[in-house]
């Protein structure tokens, strides 16, 4: 796949009306212009969707054999897993990988990416279906392949894959509710997108059985500590809680050591399910009831798809759900 061009230096400073060199000044250091002249040329690069090239001029039109990858969090067990499907793939096709995290941030997000397109990557993979404009321009501008992973029930930009986060969660809950729990709270941490879709698939559920909606939510990262705090909070607040749907194994786990803490029998007096299914959820007593996600292969066919297409491959699947498991374990 040949790249598009990109807007030169004289691309902006032909819209601005001054020199190359003055624009070269502003974007090591804005204040080097006039604050009127740095509204201009931020609104012709925002116009452009300029990315700055830190890769040699003689090989701005050559490939890199380099993938940009961003993930939210480099040391979530989720991700290093996704990543570790990836660099099997991209490895053997002799293609290098550059790896940005974002921390859940969409703005930091734009700004990772276009960290990586000025190194003129070949690919680009995203974890994310929400952007900033700027990032979706860059991107066009940028015209390399693009795939983002983790979710297929929004939109997308060219191609997803990964798994329906709101079925999923639907189902889960679904599952629960057969077992005769009733008064079940979603507890959400990050309020990324994965996590509201979650929620909309617990509320679907809940709503089609007659049942209130109650969540607990939390900007926080998710951990085992707040896990235990958005029990103790949940229990406070809705004392006739018999249920948690959790939007991850770690939230899960923690209200599960704090409820045994407490002296509440799972599942008999409250049922606990997570999401994405790690190994530690496997291990403990009782076992945790989660849906399984297949992190790896996420990262493995996201790749595949991805080296199809910079060989020239058009793409046959825009959306590629590679599906869950539901658990039920013993917490349920």
């Known amino acids: 796949m040949s790249k598009k061009r990109r807007p030169t230096l004289q691309d902006v400073a032909n819209i601005v009306g001054v020199t190359k060199m003055t624009i070269s000044r502003y974007l090591r250091d804005p204040q080097q212009v006039s604050s009127e002249m740095q509204k201009k040329i ?4 925002e116009e452009l969707g300029y990315i700055p090239n830190r890769a040699p001029d003689l090989l701005s039109n050559a490939k890199s054999h380099a993938i940009g990858i961003l993930v ?4 979530n067990q989720v991700f290093s897993e996704v ?10 096709a002799g293609y290098q990988t550059m790896f940005a995290h974002y921390g859940y941030s969409a703005e930091l997000e734009e700004k990772r990416i276009s ?7 070949d690919g680009l993979i995203l974890s994310e279906s929400h952007h900033t404009p700027r990032t979706l321009k860059m991107i066009e501008t940028a015209g390399i392949p693009v795939i ?6 929004s939109p997308a930009i060219e191609q997803a894959v990964g798994v329906d986060n709101l079925e999923a969660s639907y189902q889960m809950v679904s599952a629960m509710i057969a077992k005769g729990y009733r008064h079940i709270v979603y507890l959400g941490a990050r309020l990324d997108t994965r996590t509201k879709l979650r929620q909309q698939g617990y509320e679907k559920a809940m709503r089609e059985h007659g049942l209130s909606c109650k969540s607990m939510m939390t900007e926080a990262a998710s951990s085992f500590s707040l896990g235990a705090e958005l029990l103790t909070r949940t229990l406070a607040a809705h004392p006739q809680t018999d249920g948690l749907f959790c939007t991850n194994d770690d939230l899960a786990i923690g209200a599960i050591f704090e409820a045994q803490r407490m002296g509440l029998k799972i599942p008999e007096q409250i049922a606990v399910a997570g999401f994405h299914g790690h190994d530690i959820g496997q291990s403990m007593v009782p076992k945790l009831a989660t849906v399984v996600t297949p992190r790896e292969k996420i990262g493995q066919v996201t790749a595949q798809q991805l080296i199809a297409r910079l060989a020239g491959e058009a793409i046959t699947e825009a959306v590629i759900d590679l599906g869950v498991e539901i658990r039920h374990g013993e917490s349920i």
């Open 148 to 153: 983002e992973m983790m979710d297929v029930a």
């Open 83 to 92: 990543i570790r499907g990836i660099e099997r793939v991209t490895e053997a």
């Open 115 to 121: 960290f990586l397109l000025s190194y003129h990557i």
């Open 42 to 45: 931020s609104l012709a690069v």
């Open 72 to 75: 939210p969090s480099l040391t």
